[in-house]
């Protein structure tokens, strides 16, 4: 609570219009209270709006409004003198992810790399936080050229993801993300074998999870796609399949 202001109301409230995808509702209401807070100077309050703004802005496709709360944002931290704090980690994420998703990988990678500096010293090395941070920052490593150094990030997401109960559908994911940087560096042609093995490492894990709710239906719905572009279209609509029961049961 500062000065009458709660985050976690605000939060409250902003996930009740983000779970109808009521998203200028959502929009409406953080900039509402991004006003309030700057009014009564509440600035640590309003860093995680600025974070929950972004992410909004990045979701609608709206570049000048994501990347202005992202500058905000990371301003702030400045001014603030917290710029080596978890949260500032966690903003310099979320930053990072917007340059990203905008093709400013160049922008994106400082970002990331000071979140993974704060990370890796502040959280314990199986925090699922480190692991979103590594499949992240691979992915802006891929649009830079840098295979490398991506698949090194992708296993370090791994090892973490390893560690966390019910992790396995994250590593699934990752096993995909690896295949995608595969062929971006050798061709499809050359490196079929290579991403068969990752495909069947991703496949084992989506069988294999316990918890079969609407996280489970998200990744299923969203790893398809990536075995109709290899050409497994039984196990695309097999995943599909899953999916949709999933949220028709729901």
Known sequence: MNNGISLD????KLDSHLHKNDYEAAERHLLYWLDEVRGVKSYHTEIPLLNELMGLYRKLGKKENAIECARCALERIEALGITHQVGAATTYLNSATVFKAFEMPSDSLPLFEKAKEIYEKELPSDDARLGGLYNNMALTL???????????????????????????????????NIANVIEAEFGLEDSETAIKEYLDRAEKLLDSYPIKDGHYAFVCEKCSSVYGYYGYFLYENELKERSRKIYEGN
Do not use: C, P, Q
């Open 142 to 176: 891929v649009d830079l050229g840098r295979y490398d150094d991506a698949k090194e990030s992708y296993n370090k997401a791994i090892e973490v993801m390893e560690k966390v109960e019910n992790g396995s559908l994250e590593v699934a994911i990752t096993y995909l």
């Open 9 to 12: 109301k605000i939060l409250a």
